[in-house]
């Protein structure tokens, strides 16, 4: 009885520490465990998830950058081609103000002639009365023979 006691007393001694391990050991740890397992596969896939959205956040960013250039060209092309419109529309405002400056200069200079011309024409007609008067040894009367003065200012 003594080794059979003895071996009996152990192995219920051993199913009770086997019993006591799983239920309140064995079965907490193992929760433990599959917790955090689950936690790390989370995890992971978290990861993998903000990998993937990185790649696509750059990937879209890319995108647009290369847009925002394109059209930054784009408007700076607009801007080139408005400047050249602006300059050549300068251009043709100055041209034009050139050629009305130059024709109202040129009108005036016509006008400025035509003066000198009836001045002179009026000085002619005065010398020419002179000298008939010294020719012919009398006075001329502008009035009465004032027919005779204009077809002569028309002939100078």
Do not use: C, Y
């Not at 689950?38 to 847009?67: F, Q, S, T, V, Y």
Request: hydrophobic share 50%.
């Amino acid at each position: 009885m003594n080794i059979t006691a003895t071996l009996l007393g152990q192995m219920i001694a051993f199913v009770l520490l086997i019993w006591f391990v799983n239920k309140l050991l064995w079965g907490p740890l193992t929760g433990m465990m599959a917790e955090r397992q689950k936690r790390i596969a989370d995890g992971l896939a978290a990861a993998d998830r903000g990998r993937h959205d990185l790649e696509l956040a750059e990937k879209r960013a890319k995108e647009l950058l290369h847009k925002a250039k394109n059209d930054s060209a784009e408007v700076l092309a607009q801007a080139e081609r408005r400047a050249v419109e602006i300059v050549e529309e300068a251009k043709g405002a100055a041209r034009a103000e050139g050629e009305r400056l130059v024709a109202g200069a040129r009108a005036e200079i016509e006008q400025e002639a035509n003066r000198t011309r009836e001045k002179l024409r009026a000085e002619m007609v005065t010398l020419a009365v002179a000298g008939a008067e010294k020719v012919l040894g009398r006075e001329i009367d502008a009035k009465a023979h004032g027919d005779l003065l204009n077809q002569l200012v028309k002939q100078i």
